[in-house]
């Protein structure tokens, strides 16, 4: 089972701040910004490269969803989302995640 799997399932703790039944989001361990959240899908998928026709349902939640997670961190004035996909990208835990990014002003540069 893959890192994030065995924090989906609560094998290992995370300080999690929204769950439902097909989502979790929780505070990332090494946080690069004043509130640094990912969000999963609790079904293993890999990365955005894994995301088929299948999930439709499921990304549109977390797309829904995301945005009041946001709100519910207080991220009123914006926030960055993110997602590494593959090595160029820097991608560490091979299981989809989302960072939100934000409590303060992001640079301009993305890369
Ligand atoms: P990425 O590099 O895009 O694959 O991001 C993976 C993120 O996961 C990285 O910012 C650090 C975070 N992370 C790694 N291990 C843990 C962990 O055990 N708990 C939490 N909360 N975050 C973790």
Redesign the pocket.
Known sequence: MC?FCK?ASGE?P??KVYEDDTILA?????P?APVHL?VIPKAHIPSLDGVTAEHGALIAHLFETIPQIAREAGLTNGYRLIS?CGPD?????PHL?F?ILGGRAMTETMA
Do not use: E
């Open positions: 890192l924090i290992i995370s300080s929780f505070r990332d361990i090494n690069q990912l590494n990208a820097c991608q560490s835990v995640h960072h």
